[in-house]
């Protein structure tokens, strides 16, 4: 399975020390609050769509109705994690509810925000799921748990008073919980087009956000890009950080344990940085014109300072050994 946004977003707000969702929020002071708010995956999803596109009329099938239902309950059922106020109700063994069944309480402030804010980050997800409305309701609250989980762990981490050990227990223990997370929404979907979908969309959270704090730059150069061109600068610039060659990579937890954040080693993340904004660029030549190329390489020494800065604070708040 994918490494998913736990990996990204809550290592980076963790080292950071700086809420979930936060980061990104204004181009005035995104030095200090780096990559984590959600943008949107366009051309990935819409090629992954092209495999495999469900239509309306099989999504509202009874027999998908009940597949759907089954998945629904059966997570519920499994899950370990504290369920969001309002889940849709357990079904009896005819799929009905049940007839004493008491209405779901009613929800607080803070779970209708974070189903309006679920609802926000996968509106294109949704859509393209072809959600009906129980399933779309359902898709929230798992999305919403997977928000809980991010912004408590991330609450925690902020404990000056925490060793690096049990740092690194909350770490797990919250990627646990995300993994749990992940089996649910596998279930639910109830096919692998449709959670690659999800996966790649988790996976590309840092590089959209990065686009999307970024994008004044393209316009205020007269350079604005092409939604495919925004498309393919996400996938590449993806690529890129993924491709760690053998350095570990500062935004993927699991790369950085026993990584000592000194000096070499933030050289090291700073000139793999620098060698894939010259690769990016070069890559770019053919999709991109020189106004906008220079647009690309004016973002990329924007998100430089930027990941610069969070090495040094991953270095004060974190201990240099981890």
Do not use: C
Request: aromatic share 6%.
């Amino acid at each position: 399975m994918n490494k998913l946004t736990f990996l990204f977003a809550l290592t980076t707000l963790a080292f950071m020390g700086l809420s979930a969702g936060l980061w990104y929020s204004s181009q005035g002071d995104s030095t200090a609050r780096i990559i984590e708010l959600e943008t949107q995956l366009r051309e990935a999803s819409a090629t992954i769509a092209k495999l495999q596109k469900q239509s309306p009329a099989s999504r509202a099938s009874a027999s998908q109705t009940a597949h759907v239902s089954s998945a629904i309950t059966a997570s519920q059922t499994a899950s370990t994690s504290t369920p969001i106020a309002g889940s849709l109700p357990p079904s009896t063994a005819d799929g009905t509810a049940p007839a004493s069944s008491a209405p779901p309480p009613a929800m607080d402030s803070r779970t209708l925000k974070s189903l309006a804010e679920a609802e926000a980050k996968y509106a294109d997800l949704i859509s393209q799921f072809q959600l009906q409305p129980d399933e779309k309701e359902f898709f929230k609250q798992l999305a919403a748990k997977r928000s809980e989980v991010r912004k408590r762990v991330v609450s925690q981490l902020q404990d000056p008073s925490l060793t690096p050990a049990q740092r690194q227990a909350l770490l797990v223990a919250g990627k646990a919980e995300l993994d749990a997370n992940d089996a649910e929404m596998r279930q639910f979907l109830n096919n692998d087009t449709d959670y690659q979908k999800f996966a790649l969309w988790e996976n590309t959270e840092i590089e959209r956000a990065q686009l999307d704090a970024g994008r004044a730059i393209f316009q205020n150069n007269g350079a604005p890009l092409s939604s495919e061109q925004e498309d393919w600068l996400v996938q590449n610039a993806y690529a890129l950080r993924n491709n760690t060659k053998g350095v570990a990579d500062p935004f993927n937890a699991d790369s950085m344990v026993g990584v000592t954040v000194d000096q070499n080693y933030m050289n090291t993340v700073m000139q793999k940085f620098d060698a894939d904004t010259n690769l990016l660029l070069q890559n770019a030549r053919s999709r991109f014109t020189q106004p906008q190329l220079d647009a690309v390489k004016a973002w990329r020494t924007q998100q430089r300072v930027q990941v610069e800065s969070r090495l040094w604070n991953m270095s004060r708040t974190m201990g240099t050994a981890r």
